[in-house]
């Protein structure tokens, strides 16, 4: 069982940059490939990003690269989510996913476990 808690979303204007943050409970963090996704009102959930258990593979949703970088220190049990140029279209709740998919995977269905998310919302 793994639990997730997001922090660090809130309110930025256009071009800012924001980090979030994603702390995990158990024993078992460091297997599992974390993944960020997002879900905007009357949209379906986006993939942003994933890194795998050692953070030596990442893959991003293609609005993202270049400007969002995921990273993790599994000493501390925490995957962060670097977001630069931020935009208004990257307005959104921001959820957190722990899958034991041996790849990246953009696919929602092979995360587990899943945190209660956090708002972002980029001001014009």
């Known amino acids: 069982q793994v639990q997730l808690v997001e922090s660090g979303g809130g309110l930025v204007q256009a071009g800012d940059s924001l980090r979030l943050s994603c702390a995990a409970s158990?024993?078992?963090?460091?297997?599992?490939?974390m993944g960020w996704f997002r879900q905007a009102p009357g949209k379906v959930r986006e993939f942003v990003g994933a890194?795998?258990?050692?953070?030596?593979?990442?893959n991003y949703g293609d609005s993202m690269k270049g400007r969002f970088t995921i990273s993790r220190d599994n000493a501390k049990n925490t995957v962060y989510l670097q977001m630069n140029s931020l935009n208004p279209e990257d307005t959104a709740v921001y959820y957190c996913?722990?899958?034991?998919?041996?790849?990246?995977?953009?696919?929602?269905?092979?995360?587990?476990?899943w945190g209660q998310g956090t708002q972002v919302t980029v001001s014009s």
């Open positions: 996913a722990a899958g034991r998919t041996p790849i990246p995977s953009r696919s929602p269905v092979l995360y587990d476990y």
């Open positions: 158990g024993r078992t963090f460091s297997s599992f490939t």
């Open positions: 890194i795998s258990w050692n953070g030596g593979t990442t």
